[in-house]
């Protein structure tokens, strides 16, 4: 009976630590797709990008685009430069609001639409955002990005993916972006070789 009475309570210990295990388990895993975590993973951009655009659904084209980021505010917020014959062509802004990962898109239509992370997972390098509000709307049906996709494919490769509408239609437009070299960029500097802002032909 003393025995059986040991076993039970050994047992009993032994459950509790696995359970114990489990529950850290998955409080790791719900820190580690945290909007913290993702903030972190985006800071990572920073640098000079090239690549190309294409759109698909009711708009169609494709063509070159570069894309700069840097961390502002005091390494608080992220800001993205997506970049055309060498002039910024559309902004976007990333950063943290409590436990939410927001963005604010400062758009070529001249609106302003203000996304949230809706999905993070980080140990595949995808977070989605979703439509929150906009400013500077002319009307309902205006031309606007109503979502993107992000797709950290390595330290190297992203994939940007907005989300637009326009009279009730529906565009996708994916941008595929390669870090630049820093030794390429250091050659565009001094004269020997293309920049960054101006790698591809017009």
């Given at each position: 009976?003393?025995?059986?009475?040991e076993?039970r309570?050994?047992?009993?210990?032994?459950?509790?630590?696995?359970?114990?295990l489990?529950?850290?388990?998955?409080?790791?895993?719900?820190?580690?797709?945290s909007?913290?975590?993702?903030?972190g993973?985006?800071?990572?951009?920073?640098?000079?990008?090239?690549g190309?655009?294409?759109?698909?659904?009711a708009?169609?084209?494709?063509?070159?685009?570069?894309?700069?980021?840097?961390?502002?505010?005091?390494?608080?917020?992220?800001?993205?430069?997506?970049?055309?014959?060498?002039?910024?062509?559309?902004t976007s802004?990333?950063?943290?609001?409590?436990?939410?990962?927001?963005?604010?898109?400062?758009?070529?239509?001249?609106?302003?639409?203000r996304?949230?992370?809706?999905?993070?997972?980080?140990?595949?390098?995808?977070?989605?955002?979703?439509?929150?509000?906009?400013?500077?709307?002319?009307?309902?049906?205006?031309?606007?990005?109503?979502?993107?996709?992000?797709?950290?494919?390595?330290?190297?490769?992203?994939?940007?993916?907005?989300?637009?509408q326009?009279?009730?239609?529906?565009?996708?437009?994916?941008?595929?972006?390669?870090?630049?070299?820093?030794?390429?960029?250091?050659?565009?500097?001094?004269?020997?070789?293309?920049?960054?802002?101006?790698?591809?032909?017009?």
């Amino acid at each position: 009976m003393h025995i059986n009475k040991e076993v039970r309570m050994i047992r009993k210990f032994l459950f509790n630590i696995l359970i114990a295990l489990a529950l850290a388990c998955f409080s790791y895993a719900q820190d580690d797709n945290s909007a913290a975590t993702a903030f972190g993973k985006l800071k990572s951009l920073t640098g000079d990008w090239e690549g190309t655009f294409e759109w698909t659904g009711a708009r169609k084209g494709t063509g070159s685009m570069n894309a700069a980021y840097y961390l502002s505010g005091n390494g608080s917020a992220l800001v993205e430069n997506l970049i055309m014959e060498g002039a910024p062509v559309m902004t976007s802004v990333y950063h943290l609001d409590g436990a939410a990962l927001r963005m604010t898109h400062y758009c070529g239509a001249q609106n302003q639409p203000r996304l949230k992370a809706e999905r993070i997972d980080v140990a595949h390098g995808a977070i989605d955002f979703g439509f929150v509000d906009i400013t500077n709307l002319r009307s309902a049906d205006a031309p606007h990005v109503h979502g993107l996709e992000l797709r950290l494919t390595d330290s190297n490769h992203i994939t940007v993916s907005f989300l637009f509408q326009s009279d009730g239609k529906e565009s996708h437009e994916k941008i595929v972006l390669k870090r630049v070299d820093k030794k390429s960029s250091e050659k565009g500097k001094d004269g020997s070789g293309p920049s960054a802002s101006y790698c591809f032909p017009t």
